[in-house]
């Protein structure tokens, strides 16, 4: 079986111009970007070309920038940062139920700190309701974290109307994008947001880079102290070879035009589910505000994970897990309130630059395959 990919959201390929770009930093390039003489020098102008590529995809500019090991560090800085650097300020974080594990685990952590953490609910595709955060800000709030876009379902939050609360109320707001960049609009100005995660393996960057925005003048502990690299925010020599592969891929998603084709064949692929299995096929996520390359679907009273693993050569990704012999259903689709036998049978498809037509004609044909022989 010719092997399919839909699992974008769990990571990208390195596009062939970013490999490109990058090529001088793994032969000769390889001088310490701190370092002023002859060596040091193109290493340096090549992390701040970088940075300001990755600046001028989020419109920011260059020095709100500050490079990460990905958009797990990224959500850590932004989480703990904030909440050490304001703690005299207050000590209530707001956040939602369907965050990646990167923003909920720093805030169990702060919460094992005596930090006070409130989980916003999501409604049935997903969304935090503006309003259940405007109610939990108390004067002691001084960080709310809503992800602009969910890295299982896909949903996209009203991160705008959000900002125009945290404003009013001169709290901090943070997004993890590491799922919108390069996929939706991402303008920090549009947005709001003062701290914003970059994940570049979701970009068609390598694995092992990423950047935090973090808004002019914003307050923020650094996780890694040492010398003053990334101005103070983030200790250790900086690796221009990934910090160039980000900006040249950030460089790229610059263009949404092709995220058109994406989401056409992600629409060709629902209309195909549903003339194939009818009722027996429902979508988990917003039908309109949802990332478009992402096809969150459940197979009702089938179990996600059985499909998969009989779907030769087609990676995607399931929603739930198998314990004891029961599904449990992931943290994202309970805090939907996915039904069980719903939510059971969940499975993430996830397009990108490479998705072509005879791919999404073929997973149906397998699906249908798969789906027959079982019943
Ligand atoms: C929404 C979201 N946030 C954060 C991360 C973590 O990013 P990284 O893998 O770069 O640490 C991911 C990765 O799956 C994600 O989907």
């Known amino acids: 079986m010719r092997p399919i990919y839909l699992d974008y959201n769990a990571s990208t390929p390195i596009d062939a111009a970013v490999a490109v770009a990058m090529q001088p930093f793994l032969e000769t390039a390889f001088g310490n970007p701190s370092s002023p003489h002859w060596a040091g020098r193109p290493a340096k102008a090549a992390l701040e070309q970088a940075r300001s590529q990755v600046a001028s995809l989020l419109g920011a500019e260059a020095d709100e920038i500050v490079f990460m090991s990905g958009g797990s560090e990224a959500n850590n800085l932004a989480l703990k940062g904030a909440a050490w650097a304001l703690k005299a300020k207050g000590d209530h974080i707001i956040t939602s139920m369907i965050e990646h594990p990167s923003v909920l685990e720093p805030c169990r952590f702060l919460g094992d700190l005596g930090f006070r953490i409130s989980l916003v609910p999501v409604d049935r595709t997903g969304r935090v309701d503006p309003d ?101 925010r983030r200790a250790g020599t900086e690796s221009a070879l990934l910090a160039v ?42 039908p309109e505000h949802r990332l478009p390359n992402t096809l969150n679907v459940s197979f009702v009273g089938r179990i996600g994970a059985e499909i998969l693993a009989q779907l030769d050569g087609v990676a995607a990704s399931t929603g739930s897990a198998c314990h004891a012999g029961r599904v449990e259903l992931s943290s994202v689709l309970k805090a939907m309130q996915v039904a069980q036998e719903v939510g059971m049978g969940a499975i993430r498809f996830s397009l990108g630059r490479g998705t072509t037509q005879d791919d999404i004609d073929a997973v149906l044909d397998r699906l249908a395959c798969v789906l027959a022989a079982a019943s």
């Not at 004067?139 to 949903?155: C, F, R």
Request: glycine letters at 12%.
């Open 132 to 232: 259940d955060v405007r109610r939990a800000i108390t004067p002691k709030t001084i960080l709310v974290s809503i992800m602009h876009a969910n890295n299982e379902v896909g949903t996209i939050q009203p991160i705008e109307e959000l900002s125009q609360i945290t404003r009013a109320h001169g709290i901090l707001l943070h997004t993890d994008a590491a799922q919108s960049v390069g996929k939706i609009a991402t303008n920090v100005s549009t947005l709001g947001v003062d701290l914003l995660t970059v994940a570049g393996h979701k970009l068609y960057a390598p694995k092992g880079i990423g950047a935090l925005y973090v808004r002019r003048g914003t307050p923020l502990e650094p996780l890694i102290h040492g010398a003053g690299h990334e101005r103070g």
């Open 245 to 286: 592969g980000l900006g040249a891929a950030c460089d790229l998603a610059r263009e949404l035009a092709p995220m058109k084709r994406v989401r056409a064949l992600r629409d060709r692929f629902w209309h195909g589910l549903k003339a194939r299995f009818g009722d027996g096929v429902v979508l988990n996520g917003h």
